[in-house]
């Protein structure tokens, strides 16, 4: 075994001094997906001394509005954030408090979500944001053909660098990343205002950018 093993130690020596020059090269692609879905969060704010009194009221109001969200077909509910606030007054003594609850719907019926978000306006509750997004199967197709396509760039690159030195190539490492690009809100908009309560939200797909890049190491020979 000893005999067997220090003469390919020792070709793995030569090899290695004898490897040609490296070249780092790195591409980037980025494609559209259309934003199929839509995330919305609205919320309930309550403010006043007796934090009994609005625990009461804010909880009343979102169980009102997961039940009619529940009942909507085709759009996902579920319960947000739960915040209570103490507020001082300019002595910083406790004058009263807030308390604020929300819930986020999630679906591809952008319709249907529109309608909703009117109707949850009317029992008091307001919009925090609004963000459209691909979906998961979305953004993993594009993600997918975003890869393919910046494998042949880094292909392409690497053949153009080794043509122009008049020598082949091999990929010596190779590392491929993607982008997680967070939704970006395209609404926020305060309590109490500009939509009734039936009124559905305009919203507009659009899309958005996704994004594969490739870096590495190749080896020029001649």
């Known amino acids: 075994m000893k005999r067997f093993l220090l003469p390919c130690l020792l070709a793995l020596g030569a090899c290695s001094v004898n490897a040609g020059p490296l070249v780092d090269l790195s591409v980037e692609v980025s494609l559209p997906a259309t934003n199929d879905m839509v995330r919305a969060s609205l919320y309930s704010e309550v403010s006043g001394a007796n934090p009994a009194l609005l625990a009461k009221r804010i909880n009343n109001d979102i169980s009102e509005a997961l039940k009619l969200a529940r009942g909507t077909e085709g759009v996902k509910v579920q319960s947000g954030a739960q915040n209570t606030y103490p507020v001082y007054n300019q002595a910083q003594k406790l004058e009263s408090w807030r308390m604020?609850?929300?819930?986020?719907?999630?679906?591809?019926?952008?319709?249907?979500?529109?309608?909703?978000?009117?109707?949850?306006?009317?029992?008091?509750?307001?919009?925090?944001?609004?963000?459209?997004?691909?979906?998961?199967?979305?953004?993993?197709?594009?993600?997918?053909?975003?890869?393919?396509?910046?494998?042949?760039?880094?292909?392409?690159?690497?053949?153009?660098?080794?043509?122009?030195?008049?020598?082949?190539?091999?990929?010596?490492?190779?590392?491929?990343?993607?982008?997680?690009?967070?939704?970006?809100?395209?609404?926020?908009?305060?309590?109490?205002?500009?939509?009734?309560?039936?009124?559905?939200?305009?919203?507009?797909?659009?899309?958005?950018?996704?994004?594969?890049?490739?870096?590495?190491?190749?080896?020029?020979?001649?």
């Open 100 to 222: 604020r609850s929300e819930i986020v719907l999630e679906s591809r019926d952008q319709a249907a979500v529109a309608s909703l978000i009117g109707q949850l306006q009317g029992m008091r509750l307001a919009v925090g944001s609004v963000s459209l997004l691909p979906s998961p199967e979305k953004r993993k197709q594009v993600s997918d053909q975003a890869i393919l396509e910046a494998v042949r760039a880094f292909q392409q690159r690497a053949a153009l660098v080794a043509g122009e030195l008049g020598k082949t190539w091999k990929i010596r490492q190779i590392n491929v990343n993607q982008a997680n690009h967070q939704p970006q809100p395209m609404l926020m908009q305060a309590r109490g205002a500009m939509y009734d309560a039936a009124a559905p939200l305009p919203l507009e797909s659009g899309e958005s950018q996704v994004t594969a890049s490739i870096n590495g190491q190749v080896e020029l020979a001649d």
